[in-house]
Nanobody, 117 residues
Framework: QVQFVESGGGSVQPGGSLRLSCAAP???????????IGWYRQAPGKQRELVAS???????TYTDSVKGRFTISREDGRKRTYLQMNGLKTEDTAVYYC????????WGPGTQVTVSS
């Protein structure tokens, strides 16, 4: 198993923006460009859900609740995947994780996103 490292979370007011970054673990750097990467989130008392994903061919998917507000992207040269979050809502509050969609590694601590007034 491998573990990705998330960063970029924080506390913002409704309507604010954050950009999350996902760094790949050393063990998979050589195959990073072939991975289908996903951003997940888990709110308190709720099940973890897939928020967005990006394939090796840069095909993206989004859960309905974030469409038009979130954008997932990747820079294979830097071995990083990003989640740009605009127009944040209180219901976006959660711990955000990134992982390999097809064969998930272990779940790390994630990065906390808190949206409140």
């Amino acid at each position: 198993q491998v573990q990705f490292v998330e960063s970029g979370g924080g506390s913002v007011q409704p309507g604010g923006s954050l950009r999350l970054s996902c760094a790949a673990p050393r063990a998979i750097l050589s195959t990073y460009s072939n991975l289908h990467i996903g951003w997940y989130r888990q709110a308190p008392g709720k099940q973890r859900e897939l928020v967005a994903s990006i394939s090796p061919y840069h095909i993206t998917t989004y859960t309905d609740s974030v469409k038009g507000r979130f954008t997932i992207s990747r820079e294979d040269g830097r071995k990083r995947t990003y989640l740009q979050m605009n127009g944040l809502k209180t219901e976006d509050t959660a711990v955000y994780y990134c992982n390999d969609v097809r064969t998930p590694g272990s779940w790390g601590p994630g990065t906390q996103v808190t949206v409140s007034s």
